[in-house]
Nanobody, 121 residues
Framework: QVQLVESGGGLVQAGGSLRLSCAASGRTFSSSAMGWFRQAPGKDREFVAT????????YYADSVKGRFTISRVNAKNTVYLQMNSLKPEDTAVYYC??????????????WGQGTQVTVSS
């Protein structure tokens, strides 16, 4: 089993940057692909980025490609989401998840509690 705790969210102006962290506990982090998803008010949860077990493969939603970077440090049981050039439409609760490499939430078995990101215009 994997427990996930996100941190790093907050309020930032448009064009700014934030780095989200997701700390994992449990024995399966190093054998799990990791993903970031987000959910804005009144909208469905949507895929943001995913990274393979080794970190050699990544994939991004078109809406964040070129602005966000996902990475992981298996020795620290941590996955990161570096978010640059933030836009108001990036405002959402961001969730990290552990499971199988992919873009659909059903591929992920474990979820964190989420961290709020608010981008002001």
């Amino acid at each position: 089993q994997v427990q996930l705790v996100e941190s790093g969210g907050g309020l930032v102006q448009a064009g700014g940057s934030l780095r989200l962290s997701c700390a994992a506990s449990g024995r399966t982090f190093s054998s799990s692909a990791m993903g970031w998803f987000r959910q804005a008010p009144g909208k469905d949860r949507e895929f943001v980025a995913t990274i393979s077990v080794s970190g050699s493969l990544t994939y991004y939603a078109d809406s964040v490609k070129g602005r966000f970077t996902i990475s992981r440090v298996n020795a620290k049981n941590t996955v990161y989401l570096q978010m640059n050039s933030l836009k108001p439409e990036d405002t959402a609760v961001y969730y990290c998840a552990a499971g199988t490499f992919g873009t659909v939430s059903a591929k992920y078995d474990y979820w964190g509690q989420g961290t709020q990101v608010t981008v002001s215009s």
